[in-house]
């Protein structure tokens, strides 16, 4: 049974602080998202070995990434696709900026929902990659690549979006 897609908390607390939602509205939508936390601890604590290869996998996929491209890199890259409104896997990039998670938290590479990056090539002023995410069936998952730019305050901002399935 698929998921919602929840809002992540760091555009709940932006509505919440610009007044285009209600304390109400906003404790109710961080409620949903504890929730969800809750649920998956209870999944990880139902079947230990499972989340424990599930761990592996992903610190073994952030490891590929940072061999490439430097932690900061990359969460610069992961900051600028949380902020996207049409991206469900925002909700598990959106905490990119906080340096005491680690990048593998951000990963999902066999757990509903999946969100793996296939390739990254950061550069000074652009970034390029290749994203999968969704289901955890391969040919039933979104594919993008998306492209991404500095601004004028230099701020990585995505320029182009193109789906690829």
């Known amino acids: 049974m698929p998921r919602p897609s929840l ?6 607390l932006a ?18 998202q504890l929730l969800q936390a809750l649920r998956e601890i ?3 604590g139902n079947n230990p070995e499972v989340a424990l290869l ?17 932690e900061t890199e990359l969460r610069e890259v992961f900051m600028s696709l949380s902020q996207l409104d049409d991206f469900p896997p925002a909700n598990y990039l959106w905490n ?6 680690p990048i593998h938290t951000m990963l999902r590479e066999k757990r509903f929902p999946v969100l793996k990056f296939n390739d990254i090539d950061i550069y000074r002023m652009s970034a390029k990659l290749t994203i999968e995410y969704g289901s955890l069936k391969a040919k039933h998952r979104i594919r993008e690549r998306i492209q991404l730019r500095r601004d004028w305050r230099g701020v990585m901002i995505v320029e182009d979006r193109e789906h690829l399935n």
């Open 96 to 101: 990119a900026d906080h340096l005491e998670s």
């Open 7 to 12: 809002i992540p908390p760091n555009k709940l």
């Open 54 to 70: 599930e761990r592996l996998r992903c610190r073994n996929a952030a490891r590929r990434l940072t061999k490439k491209h430097s």
């Open 15 to 32: 509505w919440y602080q610009s007044g285009s939602i209600t304390r109400k509205q906003w404790l109710a939508g961080m409620r949903l």
């Open 42 to 44: 209870a999944e990880d």
